[in-house]
């Protein structure tokens, strides 16, 4: 995707040897690059959500791997990586696909292979995301002329989404995003509605910024107000993307996902979710019982940031001094509050015999 008119991705490979990142806790108000050149960078990255969204931080444990090996590539660096990278953030399984992908390349090879092994398997990664994430917008592109014929091909077709699952979530084009950007590139009349998502705000930060760099036309909502706009016609369907989603179908998603599901079941509105296979978790079932749920710092709630009319980034406290706070990251959407789900292969129901049927490899022998 472009950033003031330039092409790039959200993670790349320095010419010296370190990797480049766009810092996302500066987004909207300021666009940063940093760049990772130790182990330990990479993991602060993703714990502290530099770097986020489920691809994205897959993508950046294969190349936080890669810096580990510049110091050392013997076996117990080797696994020090990963597990030190597999415990940043437990929810999306993206991180542990990754990390177990390049272990699992790696490995066989003698400690003088490994890092020019690794730094090849971490770049086709994160080709084949966006290779991946191209084919998704595609068929979702599909659903969202549907949408538009529905419409008998008047006014706009009106989206809503929920956190960020744009290219800044992954190497490049987004899940959900992409096919709101195909839709848009091809002329579609499009509009998205961009739940601000609590407590990061990651819809009202990124997917808006994002949208806004790309022309979509969008408006930012708080994230109570879905229900309402699906209650009065004003969205005809849901994408969102997913940190996990079970071999059954169930799909966690950022918090609040769930309440809209209900609220797009209760309205008859289409809830879409859009996955790359390596977010699917073949080893569970029902997501409510088994995917873990990141709880976060309670100051994220607490707290809030924005800009000042000065210009200067500054942070205050909404809650009364000593109020006990909770933080979810996450919630679980069920299978049957999901119209189906759209992956790289194409769109199938949100049930095991839906996902068996885009990937038969998986089907038990
Ligand atoms: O906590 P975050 O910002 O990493 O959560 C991100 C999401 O929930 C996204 O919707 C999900 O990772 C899909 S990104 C393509």
Not at 138 to 144: E, V
Not at 305 to 322: D, K, Q
Request: include cysteine.
């Amino acid at each position: 995707m472009k950033v003031h008119g330039k092409a790039m991705r959200s993670v790349w490979a320095e010419p010296d040897g370190s990797v480049g990142i766009i810092d996302q806790t500066r987004l909207p108000h300021a666009f940063v690059t940093l760049r990772l050149s130790t182990l330990d960078a990479a993991a602060h990255a993703i714990r502290s959500m530099q770097v986020r969204g489920a691809p994205l931080i897959g993508a950046v444990a294969a190349y936080g791997v890669c810096l580990a090996l510049r110091e050392d590539a013997s076996d117990p660096a080797l696994e020090h990586a990963c597990t030190l990278l597999q415990a940043t953030r437990p929810t999306a399984v993206n991180l542990a696909w990754a990390l177990e992908g390049i272990r699992q390349a790696l490995r066989p090879l003698a400690p003088s292979e490994r890092p020019a092994a690794a730094w090849k398997h971490a770049a086709l990664l994160c080709d084949e995301d966006v290779a991946i994430n191209r084919a998704i917008g595609g068929h979702g592109l599909a659903l969202i002329r549907e949408a538009w014929a529905r419409k008998g091909r008047e006014g706009r077709v009106n989206v809503l989404t929920h956190c960020n699952a744009g290219w800044l979530a992954t190497v490049d084009w987004g899940t959900a995003l992409a096919p709101l950007y195909l839709a848009h590139d091809e002329g579609l009349p499009l509009h998205v509605w961009v739940d601000e998502t609590r407590p990061r705000n990651q819809g009202a930060s990124l997917t808006a910024w994002e949208l806004g760099q790309h022309g979509v036309p969008h408006t930012v909502i708080s994230d109570n107000v879905g229900g309402h706009l699906m209650q009065h016609g004003q969205v005809d369907l849901c994408i969102v993307g997913t940190d996990r989603t079970t071999a059954r179908g169930d799909v966690a998603n950022k918090i609040g996902t769930y309440l809209k599901a209900l609220a797009a079941k209760d309205n008859g509105v289409p809830f879409y979710v859009a996955l790359p296979s390596p977010t699917i978790d073949w080893t569970l079932g029902d997501g409510v019982r088994d995917i873990p749920i990141e709880q976060r710092d309670g100051r994220e709630v607490t707290d809030v940031s924005g800009r000042l009319s000065s210009g200067e980034v500054a942070t205050v406290r909404i809650t009364p001094e000593g109020s006990p706070v909770a933080n979810y990251g996450f919630d679980v959407t069920p299978a049957r509050l999901v119209t189906a789900l759209v992956t790289e292969r194409g769109v199938c129901p949100a049930s095991e015999e839906g996902l068996l049927t885009l990937f038969p490899e998986r089907r038990p022998a």
